[in-house]
């Protein structure tokens, strides 16, 4: 942080770097400038009477925050990709928040403060205050921290992989102690039980002696499901669950090209995972969709399933002009399938391991196609369309990271990953979608928070004389569209152009 007006010795020059320069220069950094800041400290912006305001990099009418916004303000504008901030009360994290970028205030004594400029006669000067990394990417946090770390004992390997039971010591530093690391991830993951249980309590929709449907695709989000519920209603759960978990595996191996081994091998693993939790499996193959629905054929997750109309059902995806036709049938052809499987199991509910990040690129993708409509119901967590049938996203409120995070705590490994790669070529809107959204939450965190909020909040207005008979056959939406002259529908802007 520079000073360039109240200090009195500014025009000195100096005789040495201060220890976090020294430490970064033996790192083969090259420090480039001294940036922008403020007369002193604990400024909300950044503005001194030499060089005036610095401006936010994303709207020049908005700040950059402060006090040291004009590292924030370089950042986000790329002009440098790594830097260091000093920080009391945010002046390292306030700036990067407003600038779209990442700050960090580490433990005091963690990283060494002489050098700075000015200095502090207060005893308990480095206590609270501390030199920390701003960087332009997440990613490079721990590799500055670890390389302005004062001593070799601060200096944990970031880079490498802990094993968090085998951490019993506790850290100390200057009369400062750090709780074992053991202990915080033991407080994260009470963190991500609470949160799954408050969604289900907020909603007020969960009531005792209901039957859940859970959907079990075998990824890591329906695994992690499977684990949350387990674990609230283990005796020592504080407001243990008090309903009936049923897990139901569709089968969509012959959309995907799979052979009839590969589906009985993942079925095989798919069952053994539901028993190790405790819970009744049962499996259904997706071309089930076409029958009747008192005729479905739904079997124990122990049994083969039959693979009638499998051929029907191919036919008709082949039939489609492109993948994006054929995502968006299959998404609701399983969804007819999950309500059709509830009835079926005399379930109420269903269950859905939509994470923010799905519901995030299922709104953009939906958008695209024309469902601008149905987007508070794609993003809420009650899926309503069907009266006796609700469908419910507990995971709504979980990143994707969060889950990963969880998952490597516990040790939980998927039977299968995810379709899904941003580094391939999309074919079809729903995976440009996808591959949208995660790129841009790789840069600004605050994305997928932002479409799902939003999309939950937008509703059409809905016609009190529209009835059942009025909605969507396959989708079981309202039809919104009309072709009336005195209102505004997407059929009536394609008539117009």
């Known amino acids: 942080m520079s000073y360039s007006v109240g200090v009195k010795d500014t025009p000195s020059r100096a005789t040495s770097d201060a220890n976090v320069v020294t430490k970064i220069r033996e ?32 709207d020049t009418r908005r700040t950059a925050g402060g006090s040291s916004g004009g590292e924030a303000a370089l950042l986000g504008a790329g002009a440098s990709l790594l830097s260091l901030a000093s920080d009391i009360a945010g002046s390292a994290r306030l700036p990067a928040m407003f600038c779209g970028v990442f700050g960090h205030k580490p433990t005091p004594n963690w990283v060494s403060v002489e050098g700075h400029k000015p200095g502090s006669s207060d005893k308990n000067w480095s206590s609270f205050f501390a030199i920390g990394p701003m960087v332009r990417y997440a990613s490079d946090l721990p590799l500055l921290l670890t390389v302005i770390s004062q001593t070799d004992e601060a200096r944990i390997g970031f880079n490498k992989k802990a094993n968090l039971e085998d951490m019993k010591t506790s850290l100390e530093l200057s009369g400062f102690i750090l709780l074992r690391i053991q202990d915080i991830y033991s407080m994260f993951n009470r963190s991500d039980d609470s949160k799954f249980r408050a969604s289900l309590g907020k909603s007020k929709i969960i009531h005792h002696g209901d039957s859940i449907l859970v959907d079990h695709l075998g990824e890591l989000n329906s695994t992690v499901l499977l684990h949350l519920i387990k674990s609230g209603m283990s005796e020592s759960a504080h407001k243990k669950l008090i309903f009936k978990t049923i897990v139901l595996y569709i089968d969509d191996g012959a959309t995907m090209g799979r052979t009839i081994d590969e589906r009985n091998i993942l079925q095989r693993k798919i069952a053994k995972e539901i028993k190790d939790f405790g819970f009744n499996g049962y499996v259904v193959s997706l071309n089930q969709v076409l029958s009747e629905e008192d005729a479905l054929d739904i079997k124990s997750i122990d049994q083969d399933v039959y693979h009638e109309h499998e051929d029907r059902l191919r036919a008709i995806l082949d039939n489609l002009p492109d993948n994006t036709s054929r995502t968006d049938l299959l998404n609701q052809l399983r969804r007819r399938l999950l309500v059709s499987a509830a009835r079926k199991l005399s379930c109420n509910k269903v269950f859905v391991a939509d994470s923010a990040m799905d519901i995030a690129t299922k709104a953009l993708g939906d958008i695209c196609l024309g469902r601008g409509a149905q987007l508070s119901t794609l ?69 997928v928070s932002t479409i799902f909020r939003t999309a939950e909040k937008i509703s059409p207005r809905i016609n009190a004389q529209q009835n059942a008979e009025d909605n969507c056959v396959l989708c079981d939406a309202r039809l919104d569209a009309t072709s009336s002259n005195d209102e505004v529908s997407a059929v009536r802007a394609i008539e117009v152009s």
Do not use: M
């Not at 001294?34 to 994303?58: A, D, I, Q, R």
């Not at 990143?399 to 580094?423: C, G, P, W």
């Open 27 to 58: 790192a083969g950094g090259i420090p480039l400038l001294v940036s922008n800041t403020p007369e002193l400290c604990l400024w909300w912006h950044t503005f001194n009477k030499v060089t005036g305001s610095t401006k936010n990099p994303y």
């Open 379 to 447: 993003a809420n967590f009650c899926d309503a369309r069907c009266a006796d049938i609700k469908i419910l996203k507990p995971l709504r409120n979980f990143t994707q990271q969060e889950l990963i995070y969880y998952s490597e705590h516990y040790e939980i490994k998927s039977v299968k990953l995810r379709e899904f790669n941003v580094t391939t070529p999309a074919t079809s809107i729903q995976a440009l979608a996808h591959n949208f959204t995660a790129g841009l939450e790789s840069q600004f965190s605050g994305t």
